[in-house]
């Protein structure tokens, strides 16, 4: 085994978030699992990436399925040996009244934001024991310490993942795994430009309630995640960064002049 070849896997890779976060870890010189369950997409995400190619690795895996997780997590420890990142970011949106939301599509939105990462940080755990600054990156949303309506099931989903972020890093910092998640507000992706796109929501009306006054961009979250696994955050783990442009910490938004002194 050699400890030196640095290996990341994240799942929901193919695009987005983590397709970008993969990028910063190949600058970094790690060999990077784009695992999705759109293998096509990872593998054309791979092929763009031209001179980073030889760092690049489509692979298929669905978060939601036993199998295909033991599978997948299983051809990339026994290659290399070890897994020292993982990144459990694949995810998928539905927005419903609750009322009208069925018991299955609640459970398929846990069972892949919060099961999805049990199911592979267990699965990785063997390979991550041991490796090198090995942890866990779970991908969050300011929606796991926030709600928003028409959408119980994703704010459920993400704060049931904030809650596995502790409790797997008390549990395995005696192996060596430091587990934390990063909590990112609007990011424009292709999961965002769905809504966008639709009316649900609208990109003057959200950046006028963020601080920062704009969405964030997807590298933008790929270098908290690259912190969270470097040695710059080796005294952290079970924490929750949120990276959202402030849009989690203005009690007024959009509005400077709320607070006026009396004169
Ligand atoms: N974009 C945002 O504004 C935002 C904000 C907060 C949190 N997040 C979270 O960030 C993560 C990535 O979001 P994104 O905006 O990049 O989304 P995206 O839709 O662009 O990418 C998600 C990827 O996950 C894959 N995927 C879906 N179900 C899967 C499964 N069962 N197994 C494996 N892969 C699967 C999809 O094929 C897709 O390639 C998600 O967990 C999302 O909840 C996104």
Same mark, same amino acid.
């Given at each position: ?29 790690? @060999? ?22 030889? @760092?690049? @690795? ?54 892949? @934001?919060?099961?999805? $990462?049990?199911?592979?940080?267990? $699965? ?140």
């Amino acid at each position: 085994m050699d400890d030196k070849e640095r290996v990341a896997v994240i799942t929901g890779g193919g695009r987005g978030i983590g397709a970008a976060a993969g990028l910063r870890f190949i600058k970094a010189g790690f @060999h990077v699992y784009f695992a999705d369950l759109n293998f096509i997409r990872a593998q054309q995400f791979v092929e763009s990436l031209k001179s980073f190619q030889s @760092h690049a @690795h489509p692979l298929s895996l669905d978060v939601t399925s036993d199998d295909s997780v033991m599978e997948a997590i299983d051809i990339v420890g026994k290659k290399h040996g070890h897994i020292n990142v993982l990144i459990n970011n694949a995810g998928i949106t539905n927005q419903q009244p609750t009322v009208e939301t069925s018991v299955s599509d609640w459970q398929m939105m846990i069972d892949t @934001h919060l099961t999805g $990462a049990f199911r592979c940080s267990k $699965a990785a755990f063997p390979f991550l024991k041991g490796a090198t600054d090995a942890s866990i990156i779970n991908v969050s949303s300011i929606a796991g310490a926030m709600g928003m309506p028409i959408r119980a099931s994703y704010c459920a989903a993400k704060a049931g993942l904030e809650g596995l972020t502790r409790s797997l890093a008390t549990e395995w910092s005696k192996d060596g795994i430091r587990v934390n998640a990063v909590a990112p507000g609007w990011v424009l992706t292709d999961l965002i430009q769905k809504d966008l796109d639709s009316g649900l929501v609208s990109e003057e009306l959200l950046s006028s309630r963020i601080s920062l006054k704009r969405l964030g961009k997807p590298d933008e979250i790929g270098e908290v995640m690259f912190f969270l696994a470097s040695n710059a955050s080796s005294y952290m783990t079970g924490q929750v960064l949120r990276v959202d442009g402030g849009l989690s910490i203005d009690l007024n938004p959009g509005n400077v002049n709320a607070v006026r002194t009396n004169s």
